[in-house]
């Protein structure tokens, strides 16, 4: 009994950091960058175009991932309540990333357990949930992909995963190829699956600027 309860001690921690980083949402502390994502997406609802100019197609943000899941959020709540449910899907996906981390690094549950509540409410990691940027998606991608793809040695994480990344963040391409060189050289061995996944992730979003926007390579405003 006592073992099975160790064993839920990163769940409780989980929970936990979640609830101490919620308290800081009543900051209303943003990245302006923040706002130029969740405008495109508004765009997208008001004119169907992804753009920040009405319905001019611009590719502003520098996610495309973020941009689809901040419009469900508009869709859902509404425009005037959509930030604080976002923010705090952004929290929950972090820590979950912050999980699949402590099982990479650590075996012990209380060790797990510190780990994940520490490193939660790290200022980084609050930063990171309550900014309102994509980088709580992006981490829990990235965690996920190093914990099922690589440790756990799922075919679908190391397919579905990569093209995800690369679809949050183009510039993600380096840490997946750190990763692929690290295991490469660590296993003497190429997994191709993961090598496709990544020419298909990086093939999908190159093929989506240039077919919507016309352009390789995201815009920002500046």
């Known amino acids: ?110 060790h797990k357990a510190i780990f994940i509540f520490l490193f939660g409410i790290l200022p980084p990691s609050i930063k990171i949930s309550i900014l309102g940027m994509e980088y709580g998606i992006l981490f829990f991608l990235e965690m996920a992909l190093l914990y099922y793809g690589f440790k756990k040695e799922k075919k679908w994480a190391l397919f579905i995963l990569p093209a995800l990344i690369l679809f949050t963040r183009i510039d993600s391409a380096i840490f997946l190829g750190i990763v692929f060189l690290v295991d490469t050289l660590w296993n003497r061995r190429i997994k191709w699956s993961y090598v496709l996944a990544g020419i298909l992730g990086m093939g999908i979003t190159l093929a989506f600027n240039w077919f919507y926007f016309g352009e390789l390579i995201k815009k920002t405003i500046l």
């Open 1 to 110: 009994m006592a073992e099975s309860q160790n064993k839920n001690l990163p769940v409780y921690a989980l929970f936990l950091a979640i609830i101490v980083k919620l308290y800081f949402l009543l900051t209303h502390h943003i990245q302006e960058d923040a706002f130029i994502t969740w405008r495109v997406a508004q765009n997208l609802m008001d004119y169907g175009v992804i753009g920040f100019n009405g319905a001019t197609k611009i590719s502003a943000s520098t996610t495309h991932l973020y941009v689809f899941v901040s419009y469900f959020f508009n869709l859902i709540f509404g425009k005037e309540n959509f930030i604080e449910p976002l923010l705090i899907f952004n929290t929950v996906l972090f820590t979950i990333g912050s999980l699949f981390l402590s099982h990479l690094l650590f075996k012990n549950p209380w």
